[in-house]
């Protein structure tokens, strides 16, 4: 008997791991125009503006600013690092 319910309740985990396992497949298996679609309805139902329909002339170019922000950064930190070594 102690045989039977051991196999009983492996056999329930089983059933509970495809369960899941055939659950997260609808995720997969949803055809993108329908998300897409839903994320357009949304956005529209909230006022937001999707980040695909901006033109690219309204985006800031972030690139030349992040790039000189570092250099910047690592100059102040040298020279606070020549300030704290001792003079030889």
Do not use: C, H, W, Y
């Not at 039977?4 to 995720?27: C, N, R, W």
């Not at 309805?41 to 937001?48: D, L």
């Not at 329909?53 to 570092?70: C, D, I, N, V, Y």
């Amino acid at each position: 008997m102690d045989k039977f319910e051991s196999q009983f309740a492996d056999l329930d985990v089983q059933a509970a791991s495809m369960e899941e396992a055939i659950g997260s497949i609808d995720a997969v298996s949803t055809p993108q125009d329908q998300i897409d679609l839903l994320l357009q309805q949304t956005a529209e139902e909230n006022n937001i503006e999707l980040a695909q329909e901006l033109k690219e002339s309204a985006l800031p170019e972030l690139g030349t600013r992040q790039k000189e922000k570092p250099v910047e950064e690592d100059d102040k930190l040298a020279e606070r690092l020549r300030a704290l070594r001792p003079a030889v």
